[in-house]
C-alpha cells in the first residue's frame, strides 16, 4: 500500500511538472480550479463522498497519499514544492514560516503537511481530505466541506461494515472523532465543528453520496462562477 501511495504522489510530481514545461496560453493559465477541502466526521463518508466528486470532475484526490508522502521521505514536499515556479514558493515558504513561530511539537511533521498542501492548493483541480486543509487553504476561492451524519447512523454503518458490535464502533468513532478534534485544536487554534469555517455542511445520513457530490459541485460552481468539466 506504502509502495503505490509513494508511486501515485511521483506520478503526480511528474504530470505537474510536464504540464509547466508546455506552451500554454494566459488565458489557460488562469483556467485554474481551486481546490476542495473536505473534513468530516468519522464514519460520514467524508472519503468517499472525495472520490465520488474526483470520479466526476477529474480532480486529483488526496487522502492517504498526503500522509504517504510525509510518512516515507519528509522530502516529498520539497519535490512538490519543485513544480511551482520561484515566486510561489517563496510565498509558501513565508507562509510556512509565520505557520511555524508558535508550534512546537512534531515540527517537521507539520511543516511538510502544511508546505505539501499549499503546494496541492497552488495547482488547484484537487481534493483534499482531512488534515486541516480548510485551514490550510486560504485563497478566497478554494471551497471547505464538512461531512456530518447523527452518531446512531455512523455507529450502524461502521458496526455492519467493520464487523464490530455497536459498543465497540461506538467507542472507535468517538475515539477518532476526538482526536481529530484535538489536532485542530492544536495546531490551529480552532474548532472543527464551528459551522462559519465552511462553505458547505452536508449531512450524509439524508443524501446518497451521487447527490452529495451534485450539491457540492453546484456549490462549488456557483461560487467560482464557471461549471466544471471532466478532462
Known amino acids: 500500500m506504502g509502495i503505490n501511495i509513494s508511486q501515485k504522489v511521483d506520478q503526480q510530481i511528474k504530470d505537474w511538472n510536464r504540464r509547466n514545461t508546455q506552451a500554454v496560453s494566459n488565458k489557460e493559465k488562469d483556467l485554474v480550479y481551486p481546490v476542495i477541502t473536505i473534513s468530516r466526521e468519522f464514519g460520514a463518508l467524508g472519503a468517499a463522498l472525495a472520490a465520488e466528486i474526483g470520479n466526476l470532475t477529474g480532480f486529483e484526490v488526496w487522502d492517504r497519499e498526503i500522509l504517504g508522502a510525509i510518512a516515507e521521505d519528509l522530502g516529498s514536499d520539497v519535490k512538490l514544492l519543485e513544480t511551482l515556479d520561484e515566486r510561489r514558493?517563496?510565498?509558501?515558504?513565508?507562509?510556512?514560516?509565520?505557520?511555524?513561530?508558535?508550534?512546537?511539537?512534531?515540527?517537521?511533521?507539520?511543516?511538510?503537511?502544511?508546505?505539501?498542501?499549499k503546494t496541492i492548493e497552488e495547482h488547484g483541480k484537487s481534493i483534499i481530505v482531512g488534515r486541516g486543509g480548510n485551514y490550510i487553504c486560504e485563497k478566497e476561492n478554494s471551497f471547505h466541506v464538512r461531512v456530518v451524519s447523527p452518531l446512531k447512523a455512523r455507529i450502524s454503518r461502521y458496526a455492519e461494515r467493520n464487523g464490530l458490535n455497536k459498543t465497540e464502533a461506538k467507542e472507535?468513532?468517538?475515539?477518532?472523532?476526538?482526536e481529530r478534534a484535538d489536532f485542530i485544536r492544536r495546531y490551529f487554534y480552532k474548532d472543527l465543528r464551528n459551522p462559519s469555517d465552511y462553505d458547505l455542511i452536508i449531512n450524509s445520513g439524508k443524501f446518497t453520496l451521487e447527490q452529495m457530490a451534485r450539491l457540492v459541485l453546484d456549490a462549488y460552481e456557483m461560487k467560482l462562477g464557471k461549471k466544471v468539466?471532466?478532462?
Not at 505557520?99 to 508546505?115: C, P
Not at 472507535?172 to 476526538?178: G, Q
Open 229 to 231: 468539466s471532466k478532462d
Open 89 to 117: 514558493q517563496e510565498d509558501i515558504e513565508d507562509a510556512v514560516s509565520g505557520f511555524m513561530s508558535d508550534k512546537h511539537t512534531n515540527v517537521n511533521y507539520i511543516r511538510s503537511l502544511f508546505r505539501t498542501v
Open 172 to 178: 472507535l468513532i468517538e475515539k477518532k472523532d476526538n
